[in-house]
Each structure stands twice: as structure tokens, then as C-alpha cells.
């Protein structure tokens, strides 16, 4: 049976400047990039600019991937820092609005509607006291549980050293949590 | 009220919620731009302009030398990068130092002293205590540093520590705001290099014998910064939570373990 090329294999290629080999990295990557990419700058068009050109960036970079190594942490490393110089050289961030879903899903099984309808609003409850956060904690946050990047990745998108990763984020959640409560009780 | 593992579960679950904006189509407009852009298939270009900048950096100080070196022999003996950098004690007597202050001469920014430097950047400077106050202390502000500066401190020879090559140098000490990122730098430490990861005090160290001429870290405000190490010679990279310390010199693994040991 034949397989889909492994990311060792495609990098390997386009390390000797296949570029189709490259395009096909991309292609599996370019939505975890993008996202990222638009989680730090708060607007699609910035996200497309950043991960575009921190695509490109990564592909004159190639000479610097360690066969083996872990691609997603090195792309998104590339990727976050384009997308915060673009933060910086506009002298602020747009507001991030991430949102819930309207969802119509004819063939769920759905407890019952008025419970669908608390789901929703409580996700969507929580996810604005998400955006409300300060851009520090909601970058980690948004990283770690809505993105789902590991430590390891999570690091390569905030740009600070892996270790520093889990006392931002407990700190975050601690924060975050205090909003909720204060939320729920009000 | 909600427990840790709740508020991450609810997290976790909002995941699958989320409405994120249509992610576009880029491996085809990538693909295009590094065909455009590229003449031919890019091989390495980044790879050989830093190893381009690299060899300048090294024809200048060899340049700078052969101007201070007063025989034939001697000059043949420096086309020897090998002969230079690793077997220093065996070179022949050293030619008379060009005057001036020792970093000056390796371009470390601007002459300071230590307290004028710790009032320039946001970070503790630290010092070894096995090497006492350094002799000169620089520090380079941007847009020539990093963007929060960095800081060199420099210590002449003294009993038991040689002299660098013939730059009158036997230790410096490189600080900055940043971090390290082994799969940059790995990659670039050339042949006759080797990278060892070591423990500071904690901290994660990377020792790198042979005569690595570059350095690559992650600055403070995310870029790669490339930086010419000025000795050549053996050095031990020290990740200190968002400092990293660069210790250069023609120094043993255990000595540059000790003096890195002794920071405070």
C-alpha cells in the first residue's frame, strides 16, 4: 500500500530544493500556522500576510532543519514571530474576536434542544471572558486548549523558552478561572 | 465552584466550537513566490550568506593580524586557521598588540563600567566570582545589539587562563535578553565543532568545542539573531531564563564549567 510521504521525507526533498515537496508541507501545515498566526495578530488578513511570508521565510531557512527534528514547532516558530513583528510594526494588535459556531446539525442526536442551547451559550460565554483576557494570557490560553499546540509548540508561538510555558499558563488559567467565578456568582 | 480540571475541560470542549476564520489557500502562492524568487532551486541560501558573512568576518581578522604580525613564517602560520585557533600556546611570540582597549579592538560597543551597564539593561548582569570584577566592560545598545542590549565582559590573561589567540583577550562574557534554540545554531556550527548539552547550575548549557565562529539565539523580541563569536575558540552557551550567557575562550570544558558555575 502506498503511503503519503512522511514529513521527514518532504523535508528532505525540498531540503534539496524539491519545491513540490515543500508546497505538500505547506499544505499540511498552513491551517495550525494560519490560525496561530491570527490568534497573535487579532485579523485574518494579517494572519494570511504573516503565515505567507513566514512560509516563504521557513523555506530559505530549510538549511537550518534538523533531519528528524520536530516540524510543527520550527514552522510555527517562523510563522509567530513574522505574524508578531507585523503586531509591532502596526503598533498594536486588533482585537481578537474569536466566536462560537452556529451550528444546524440535522443528524445529531442533540439531548434535547433547551440543553444544546445552554452548551452554546456557555461556550460562548466562556470564550468572550477568553477574549477579554490581557493579550499575554490569552495567547497562552488560546495556544494550549483552542489551537491544541503542545508545550513544545506553544513556546515556538509565544517565543519565550519552553519552561516559562507552564507557570504563564497556570497563571492564566488561575485568572481566567477568577473571571468565571465572578461571573458565575453575579 | 469550578474546579481546575473543570475550567479545562470546558476549554477543551469550546475547542471543537470555535468559528475560525477560512484558513487560505497558501501552498500554491508560496510555491509561486520561492520559484520567483529563488534562481533555481533556493539551496541554502540563507545557509552560505551566513557562512559568507562568516568567512568575511574571518579574512578581516586574519587581515587585521597579518598587519601585526612581523615575519613571513608567521603569516604562513596564521593561513592556518586550524594552527590559530586551537593551538595557540604553540604559535610563535606573539606580534605587538595594536594599543587600546582590548574589546575596543573586537567591537563590543561601547566602553562602560559595571554599574553604568547593569543601569542600561533590564536584566541582572551577572559575573563570575572565580574571575573577580572583569577588566573592561562594554555594552552595545541597537540597533548594533539586540533589542535590549547585551553586554561583554572582558578579561585580560592572568595565571592559569590563556590568552585567546593573539587578542590580548583570555575570557569574554556575552549577555543578553533571549533564547537559545539548538536547531539554528546546531546546524550552523560547521566541521570540527561539536555541541554538548550540559547543566548550569540548572540551567540548560551548551558546550561547544572546536572553533564555532557564529551563534545563533532567539532575541528578546523573537528574531533570530546571528552574532560572529570574536574568539573562535571553545565556548559554553548558557540558557539562563531569558538570558543567555555566552563564556568564550581558550578554556577546558571544566574551566568554563567552573567559571560558569561561579555567576552570580
Known sequence: MEGRPTDGDLF???????????????????????????VITGSAAEAEDAAQEGFVKAYRALATFRPGAEPRPWLLRIVANEARNRVRSAGRRH???????????????????????????????????VNQLSDEDRLVISSRYLLELSGEETAAALGIPEGTVKSRLSRALARLRRRVEEGAGA | MPEAADLEQRLVLLRAEIDWPATPELAGRVRARIAASAPAPARRPWFQHRWALAAVAVLVVLAALIAYTPS??????WINLHTIFTRVNQLPTPSPLPSGPLGKRLGLGDPTTLDQAQS??????????????????YVQLPPEGPPQGEVTLVYKSRPGL???GETGVAVLI?????????????????????????????????????????????????QFRMETMRLATNTLIIDDNGTVIR??????????????ASLS
Open chain 2, 120 to 137: 542600561k539593561v533590564s536584566w541582572h548582569i551577572v559575573v563570575p566570582a572565580s574571575l573577580g570584577r572583569p577588566d573592561e566592560v
Open chain 2, 72 to 77: 613571513r613564517e608567521a603569516i604562513a602560520s
Open chain 1, 95 to 129: 482585537q481578537l474576536e474569536l466566536r462560537v459556531a452556529e451550528r444546524f446539525r440535522p443528524g445529531d442526536a442533540a439531548p434535547s434542544p433547551e440543553a444544546a442551547a445552554v452548551a452554546a451559550e456557555d461556550h460562548t460565554w466562556l470564550l468572550g471572558l
Open chain 2, 162 to 164: 590563556k590568552t585567546a
Open chain 2, 174 to 222: 556575552t549577555e543578553a535578553n533571549g533564547t537559545v534554540d539548538t536547531q539554528m545554531f546546531g546546524k550552523m556550527l560547521g566541521e570540527g565543532t561539536t555541541l554538548e548539552e550540559v547543566a548550569v547550575n540548572g540551567h540548560k548549557g551548551y558546550w561547544i568545542s572546536g572553533q564555532p565562529h557564529i551563534f545563533f539565539f532567539i532575541d528578546a523580541s523573537g
Open chain 1, 12 to 38: 528532505a526533498r525540498a531540503q534539496r530544493g524539491n519545491e513540490a515537496a515543500y508546497e505538500e508541507i505547506v499544505q499540511r501545515y498552513q491551517q495550525v500556522a494560519f490560525r496561530t498566526a491570527y
Open chain 2, 247 to 260: 563564556i568564550e575562550g581558550d578554556l577546558t570544558k571544566t574551566q568554563a564549567l567552573e567559571i560558569a
